[in-house]
């Protein structure tokens, strides 16, 4: 089990330190800044039967249980399959854990990650253990982007903001997880990350910035006209929609800030100013409006995993991208 990051310990005490724990508690706050540490320390502290100093002891039969994953009163629920959603048939196996006798005596607890992933039906199944779990159970749903939960969902559990660690933090963090990388790199990578360093690591690991790369090059080629949109989507199938769609989101809304404030401070990462900048003046404000507004609603179907023709998709942006420069 990892420790409690820096960030993370005014919270710790808060939680660790109450005396009578609710029922269901919502850790919500950006992706990447740590969230699912502090709730498996918590389910630690919970299910220990000697807590010491505010921490599990690590040594009595729950630990133990829990270290091995064979905890016969904790339940995990996650997506099947990565950037698939929480099932009704899943929800349903943790209804019947949170109605069964807790076998070690102690308490039962539920850790649930992330809550939006559940489809209707799920979130509609788990209402009535969220408003009255048997026995000594404690529910803890973590959220990415709790603004997509139901109303419903939030209003039953006690709603937790995790902090987010500063930037000296962030910075700190990451130059100790990445040793290897230069200072531009590691600022670079926050940048990408909006500041999360768990994030910013897992970018890293995934080559975030070589594929940053070959976006940026290809949409410079794109604007001399050099490639066509559609050999451009095809080269880009190695790069996950959630980054392309979070990119130009970014790069309409820079133009949209330096259209209105003509701030070249504001323009942001390097490899993209000169093209944000070209674009702000060359096109005009309506045009580059409707296109965020495009973006924004097809970033949110790609973040609803929706059954998206990816190919199409990609050169229904780009179509309308190159198209950018000029009148109305």
Same mark, same amino acid.
Request: glycine share 6%.
């Given at each position: ?9 005014g919270?710790?005490?808060?939680? !660790?330190? $109450? #005396? ?6 919502l850790?919500?706050g950006?992706?990447g800044?740590?969230?699912?540490v502090l ?7 919970l299910?220990c039967? $000697?807590p ?11 630990c ?25 048939? &899943? ?8 109605? &069964? ?17 559940m489809n209707?039906?799920? %979130? ?8 009255? #779990? ?13 603004? $997509?939960?139901?109303p419903?969902?939030?209003? =039953? ?13 962030? $910075?700190?963090w990451?130059a ?14 926050l940048v990408?990350a909006?500041?999360? #360093?768990?994030?910013a ?5 995934q080559g975030?910035?070589?594929? =940053?790369?070959q ?15 559609? &050999? ?7 790069? #996950? ?8 989101c970014?790069w ?37 409006? %409707? ?6 609603? &097809?970033?949110?179907k ?6 998206l ?6 050169? %229904? ?5 190159? !198209? ?5």
């Amino acid at each position: 089990m990892a420790d409690i990051y820096p960030w993370q310990q005014g919270l710790w005490q808060q939680l !660790s330190s $109450r #005396p009578q724990h609710a029922h269901a508690y919502l850790l919500h706050g950006p992706a990447g800044i740590g969230k699912r540490v502090l709730a498996e320390n918590f389910v630690h502290f919970l299910l220990c039967q $000697r807590p010491e100093g505010g921490k599990a002891c690590g040594q009595c039969k729950a630990c133990q249980l829990l270290a091995a994953g064979t905890h016969p009163d904790y339940f995990l629920l996650e997506p099947e399959e990565a950037e698939k959603p929480i099932r009704v048939d &899943q929800v349903r196996e943790l209804v019947n854990f949170v109605v &069964q006798t807790a076998q070690l005596g102690g308490r039962k607890v539920v850790l649930l990650e992330p809550a939006e992933a559940m489809n209707l039906n799920a %979130a509609n199944a788990l209402l009535k253990s969220l408003e009255e #779990p048997s026995g000594n159970t404690v529910l803890l749903l973590i959220s990415h982007q709790p603004s $997509r939960l139901l109303p419903t969902i939030k209003s =039953r559990c006690v709603q937790q903001a995790c902090p987010q660690p500063t930037a000296v933090q962030a $910075r700190a963090w990451l130059a100790s997880a990445l040793p290897d990388e230069s200072p531009e790199a590691l600022d670079e990578l926050l940048v990408l990350a909006g500041g999360s #360093p768990l994030t910013a690591q897992r970018l890293q690991g995934q080559g975030v910035r070589e594929q =940053r790369a070959q976006v940026v090059e290809g949409v410079k080629k794109l604007l001399k006209q050099q490639v066509a949109p559609s &050999q451009l989507a095809e080269s880009l199938n190695g790069v #996950p929609l959630p980054l392309l769609f979070d990119w130009f989101c970014d790069w309409a809304l820079l133009m949209l800030r330096y259209q209105l404030a003509r701030d070249e401070e504001g323009l942001g990462l390097a490899d993209m100013r000169k093209v944000v900048q070209y674009l702000a003046e060359k096109s005009t404000q309506p045009k580059v409006l %409707a296109m965020q507004d495009w973006l924004l609603l &097809q970033r949110q179907k790609v973040l609803n995993k929706a059954n998206l023709n990816r190919a199409l998709l990609l050169e %229904a942006l780009l179509v309308q991208w190159a !198209s950018l420069p000029g009148p109305g």
